[in-house]
């Protein structure tokens, strides 16, 4: 998300003429855009920002602007704290930064701070510039914000009610990512399974995925990420007939534990995400599925911890993601009692990263010998004959070719298994 977001910053600046910086003592401009997810996300901005005040001594013209969660979170705040700040803008007000440069704020000599971090009901109708990474794939957003309220997340706090992009913008910006060349395009949503719920069109994220589909020139379509709870078999049923609809899911179970998943406010049980898991592998044959895993949360004890070593042994997720509890600023889970040691939390993180590790491998071997076709993202920066791609199932293809076939779908006999990629070669 936040990647995406710095894609539209850029974008901004890019229409104005202004470049990209080789390194920050050439900078007019430096933006910090932050991630407060968990709190190790929080420590490297306040690191980063710290030695930025060098930066801003050395050249008393340079404007430094927060940007993303933490600046919501902090707001005004921030510039107490850090007087060398210029501007501070939440995640739902990009736009701001289009006012700041017209208004020439960049350009003036004064220290003028200003913050905009307010609701801003007009940010999902607004279409940005926006400066991509590489030409081939390409983040979209559908939708903004969330309305789940996970007893752990600070996201609906930062980023704000859950609000779609109407779906014909949608389609205008994939159209012409298509006529731009791009082959892939990754929708992008905190529960893509609500998208539409509050839209005056009557659409549902199903029927956005058809409509998607019909756009010539795309040939991949992949989304992120999913709400168990609102998993639907409408979804599967599309993930099944839409061909160009990646056979690949990422489902974030978070625990095994019922008990765990109620403070945690998920609202399932173990049994029922299981029970969407099994419908989707029968239904959609070879597809991936991956999760995020939240060790320690507030009360889980060893036996809450088993169930989630079970769950990924039972399911046997192709990737997982796992992190240690964080606590996050007003949230719930900061009252719950029970909060578990660190040390604990770093034995359990190990021990969930060991097992995935183990599956992971073991379903990578398990396609050596296979002929898997696959979207070449580029060459590695090293090595320009090292080309490197992506299944359908999202698994990391190197193999040695051509740099005319970035952009191309290729078929590959995947010779090599390693941890988290295959090595194979072109036929
Ligand atoms: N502590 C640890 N992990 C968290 N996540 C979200 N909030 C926290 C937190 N406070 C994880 C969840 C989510 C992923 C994006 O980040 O697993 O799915
Ligand atoms: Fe956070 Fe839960 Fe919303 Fe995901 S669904 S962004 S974990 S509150």
């Not at 168990?228 to 990422?250: G, Q, R, W, Y």
Request: proline residues 4%.
């Amino acid at each position: 998300m936040n990647v995406h977001d710095s894609e539209k910053i850029a974008g901004i600046f890019s229409e104005v003429g202004h470049e990209k910086s080789v390194d920050t003592g050439d900078a007019d401009v430096i933006v910090l855009n932050t991630c407060s997810i968990r709190e190790k996300a929080e420590h490297k901005f306040y690191s980063d920002l710290g030695r930025l005040k060098k930066a801003k001594t050395d050249n008393p013209n340079l404007k430094i602007a927060v940007a993303g969660c933490i600046a919501q979170q902090e707001g005004e705040k921030l510039f107490k704290r850090f007087p060398y700040i210029d501007f501070v803008f939440g995640p739902n007000n990009i736009d701001s930064l289009q006012k700041l440069i017209n208004g020439e704020l960049l350009s003036t000599l004064k220290h003028q701070q200003s913050t905009f971090i307010d609701v801003n009901p007009d940010y999902p109708s607004m279409i940005f510039p926006m400066k991509r990474a590489g030409g081939v794939k390409a983040w979209v957003s559908i939708m903004y914000g969330c309305d789940n309220f996970c007893a752990y997340c600070v996201v609906p706090y930062t980023r704000g009610r859950e609000r779609s992009r109407p779906s014909a913008d949608i389609y205008r910006e994939a159209e012409k990512l298509a006529a731009d060349g791009f082959k892939e395009i990754n929708l992008l949503g905190q529960n893509v399974n609500s998208y539409g719920r509050k839209l005056d069109e009557e659409i549902d994220f199903p029927e956005l995925l058809s409509k998607l589909h019909e756009i010539d020139g795309i040939e991949r379509i992949r989304f992120v990420t999913s709400h168990p709870k609102d998993f639907s078999e409408k979804l599967i049923k599309a993930m099944k007939d839409l061909p160009k609809v990646c056979n690949h899911m990422h489902l974030p179970i978070q625990a095994g534990s019922d008990k765990v998943l109620s403070l945690m406010n998920r609202k399932y049980t173990y049994n029922e995400y299981k029970e969407k898991i099994d419908l989707l592998k029968s239904n959609v044959p070879d597809i991936a599925i991956t999760t995020d895993i939240i060790v320690g949360f507030p009360g889980e004890t060893d036996e809450d911890f088993r169930l989630t070593m079970k769950a990924l042994s039972e399911i046997e997720y192709d990737g997982a993601f796992a992190f240690k509890y964080s606590r996050r600023p007003g949230t719930k889970a900061l009252e719950l009692p029970d909060h578990v040691d660190e040390d604990i939390k770093s034995e359990r993180l190990a021990s969930v990263q060991k097992l995935q590790e183990t599956i992971s491998y073991k379903k990578n071997k398990e396609l050596e010998g296979k002929t898997l076709e696959i979207l070449v993202e580029g060459s590695s920066d090293t090595n320009e004959e090292k080309l490197t791609g992506r299944t359908t199932t999202n698994k990391i293809v190197n193999y040695h070719g051509e740099r005319l076939d970035i952009g191309n779908m290729v078929n590959i006999r995947i010779l090599e298994a390693k941890q988290y990629s295959l090595y194979g070669e072109k036929i």
